[in-house]
């Protein structure tokens, strides 16, 4: 069955350092793939879009990396701050006609940033 | 401001009640997505509106479960006879274009529904 795995469901750095979150996935042939910030009792919010045929996007302190070999994404927050402590969320998007709307997410990583 | 909507935030039904949730959508969005997210998970999703065409709704759990978007903008999900498994916080999303990967998906803050 299709699967998507964050690696862990919490993780927490020191300020200043680069938070890295891992997603995988198996038996599955996304599209593109998005990151998602949650805090608590809100709905996601939209980061970053990557597709298949990306290797990497940046936006300000914020890196994402597509592997499609491994079945992988990389999200990295450089310079961390306490105000990015959420839980991030990644959701992959489908080829399949009609389904392409259907997001697929996820666990998610709760991030915690100590000052 | 301009966010999607959704009420009412917190709804408590006893076992077996009917419930509607609403989603008032960002204006002139064409595409809106109901998910459901149980605790400590991400969001499931459940249908996806085309203006007013269903166009997926392969992740409706059971037939209890019902989506509508008669005129392209408001929609309302509807759970009958509710069961404790229902118990999740819904949440509707829009996006401003046809699902083709490059758009985002805005999301509103959902309604946490509890099922006693």
């Known amino acids: 069955s299709q699967k998507i795995e964050q690696n862990s469901e919490a993780l927490n750095i020191q300020e200043g350092k680069t938070a890295t979150l891992t997603c995988n996935y198996t038996?599955?042939?996304?599209?593109?793939l998005q990151w998602y910030r949650q805090d608590p009792g809100r709905g996601p919010v939209f980061l970053l879009l990557?597709?298949?045929?990306?290797k990497e996007k940046r936006k300000e302190r914020l890196k994402v990396t597509f592997d499609t070999t491994l079945k992988q994404s990389l999200f990295h927050i450089t310079a961390s701050q306490p105000a990015d402590s959420a839980t991030y969320l990644c959701a992959l998007g489908r080829h399949e006609v009609g389904s392409q709307g259907n997001l697929i997410f996820g666990k998610g990583t709760k991030l915690s940033v100590k000052p | 401001g301009a966010g999607v909507s959704q009420s009412p935030r917190y709804k408590v039904a006893k076992r077996g009640q009917d419930v509607a949730l609403r989603c008032d959508p960002i204006s002139g969005h064409v595409s809106l997505f109901w998910y459901q997210q149980a605790l400590g998970q991400g969001p499931e999703f459940l249908t996806y509106f085309q203006n007013e065409a269903q166009l997926d709704k392969s992740g409706l759990p059971s037939d209890r479960f019902f989506a509508e978007r008669p005129e392209g903008s408001v929609s309302t999900l509807k759970i009958q006879r509710t069961q404790q498994e229902d118990s999740a916080v819904y949440l509707c999303?829009?996006?401003?274009?046809?699902?083709?990967?490059?758009?985002?998906?805005?999301f509103g803050p959902g309604t946490r529904l509890l099922v006693l």
């Open positions: 038996n599955y042939s996304p599209a593109y």
């Open positions: 999303a829009s996006s401003s274009r046809p699902p083709s990967g490059k758009e985002t998906q805005y």
């Open positions: 990557i597709r298949e045929n990306e």
